[in-house]
C-alpha cells in the first residue's frame, strides 16, 4: 500500500479506539498519535502547577509554557508523549487526570493549541490518530474515518482492567461514574463536541476479537488508499 493516507478514528472513551489505532500502525508502518494523550498532558500540566482553568489569562500563559513531542518507543511500538522533556505516558493515565481532562479538554484556547499541533503531525499522511474530533475537526479530508461504539458495561470493565493494573484500589463504580461524566462532558460541550463525522464508518466492537477488528479495519484502509491513488 504505498499511497500514505490519513486514518481518523473517533469514539467515546474506553471504546478501544487506541488498541485498533496502535495494531493498524504496525501492520502499516504509519505513525500512531493519540490526540487524548495530549489533553492528558495539558491537563497534568495545569493540575501540578495550579493553573486555573477557569482563568483565560492564567490559561494563555500556561500553553505558551508546555511543549509536548512524541517519541517512538520500539519496544512498545507506540509513542511515548514528553511534556517538555519529562516522559508523562504514565503519570496521564491517573485518575486525578481522569477527573479533570474532560473540562481542560472544553477550554477553546486549548483545542486550538492542540488541533494545530495535530495537524502539523499529520501533514505528510501515513497518521493513524484517534480523539473525538479527529474526523470531524482536525482531518475533515482524512482518507479513512471510523467511529466507534462499543456497549457501555464492557467499556466500563475495558477501562477498569487497564487501570487495576496501575491502581488496585481503584473501583469499578469510579471508573463507570468517570466515564458516564467524560462521555457526558465531551458530547455536550460547545468547542468541537464529539459527534460522527457524516462520512465516518460505524465500527461496533462490543462482540469482536481484536484480529476480525483489524482485518474488517486493514480492509477500509486498502480500498480508501486504492481509490487515492486512482485521483
Ligand atoms: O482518549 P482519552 O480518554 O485519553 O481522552 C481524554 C480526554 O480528552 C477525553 O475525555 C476528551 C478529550 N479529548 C478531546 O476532547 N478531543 C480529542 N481529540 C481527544 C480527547
Known sequence: MANKIIVAIDGFSSCGKSTIAKQLAVRLGYNYIDSGAMYRAITLYFLRNGVNYNDHDQVVAALAD??????????????????????????????????????????????????????????????????????????????????????????????????????????IDEVRHNLELRDYIDSTREESPLKQAEDAILLDNSSMSREEQLEKVIGWVKERSMANAQI
Open 66 to 171: 508546555i511543549h509536548i513531542s512524541f517519541v517512538f518507543n520500539e519496544q512498545a511500538k507506540a509513542s511515548d508523549i514528553y511534556l517538555n522533556d519529562e516522559d508523562v505516558s504514565l503519570p496521564i493515565r491517573d485518575m486525578l487526570v481522569a477527573d479533570k481532562v474532560s473540562q481542560v479538554a472544553a477550554i477553546k484556547e486549548v483545542r486550538t493549541f492542540a488541533v494545530a499541533q495535530q495537524q502539523r503531525l499529520g501533514n505528510k499522511k501515513g497518521i493513524v490518530m484517534d480523539g473525538r474530533d479527529i474526523g470531524s475537526v482536525v482531518f475533515p479530508d482524512a482518507e479513512l474515518k471510523i467511529f466507534m461504539i462499543a456497549d457501555p458495561a464492557v467499556r466500563v470493565m475495558r477501562r477498569f482492567k487497564e487501570m487495576y493494573a496501575t491502581n488496585p484500589h481503584i473501583t
